[in-house]
């Protein structure tokens, strides 16, 4: 069993430069989320979809887009990535969003 | 004023100790609390979820919420090496908010 599934594991990107981060989960939940993680200040939201079809944006979703590609996948765009995205992003889901969350092994961007 | 706060620690015990790692959150809504567990480089892990006053324990884990306090801790009976860690304090969400709300977390470390 998969669980939480995120690629890629480490990019390197420079300023302006797109990616998508790729996230799957196998656990048939509703709801998934975007966080990023950054020293001395916790897991962030960034976007958060209740369902498929629905996204909504979280507490820092500015320079990133997302698509709920069904329920199983959700993934996350920078378009013209900046130095300040440089940080650890995690994909997580759960069954909704009151029930416990589970993490997927994360991704380590570097803009430089 | 954060919305969930913990002291970042790091907080030394020696191994064999009782560690207590505490967390207030400003939402009087909030209705589900969790405990994360994260390893250096590693995605955070779920250790326990609390929804109602009181304790909850779990091995050598206990989780207590005081509701009317705003406050939930985390006691760790017999601490060993292997719970050296930062210990993520989560809220659930309110009708306002649409996911869990994480403090920076707690550096933990127990000494041989």
């Known amino acids: 069993n998969a669980g939480v599934t995120q690629t890629p594991k480490f990019q390197v990107l420079k300023t302006g430069q797109s990616m998508t981060l790729q996230c799957a989960q196998d656990m048939n939940h509703n709801s998934m989320y975007w966080y990023r993680q950054d020293p001395g200040m916790g897991l962030r939201l960034i976007y958060y979809?209740?369902?498929?079809?629905?996204?909504d944006k979280g507490e820092v979703p500015n320079g990133y887009n997302v698509s709920r590609l069904n329920k199983r996948e959700f993934s996350l765009r920078l378009e013209s990535a900046a130095p300040s995205q440089t940080s650890v992003y995690f994909c997580?889901?759960?069954?909704?969003?009151?029930?416990?969350?589970?993490f997927g092994q994360g991704t380590r961007l570097t803009v430089v | 004023q954060k919305e969930v706060e913990q002291n970042s620690g790091p907080l030394s015990v020696p191994e064999g100790a009782i560690a207590s790692l505490n967390c207030t959150y400003s939402d009087r809504g909030s209705q589900s609390f969790f405990w994360y567990r994260q390893y250096s480089g590693k995605s955070p892990e779920l250790i326990m979820f609390?929804?109602?006053?009181g304790d909850k324990e779990d091995g050598r884990f206990t989780a207590q919420l005081n509701k009317a306090s705003q406050y939930v801790s985390l006691l760790i009976r017999d601490s060993q090496p292997s719970d050296s860690a930062t210990y993520l304090c989560?809220?659930?969400?309110?009708?306002?908010?649409?996911?869990?709300?994480f403090g920076s977390g707690t550096r933990l470390q127990v000494q041989p």
């Open positions: 989560a809220v659930g969400p309110d009708t306002g908010r649409r996911a869990l709300t």
């Open positions: 979809s209740a369902s498929e079809g629905t996204t």
């Open positions: 997580a889901s759960s069954i909704d969003r009151n029930t416990e969350a589970f």
């Open positions: 609390i929804y109602s006053n």
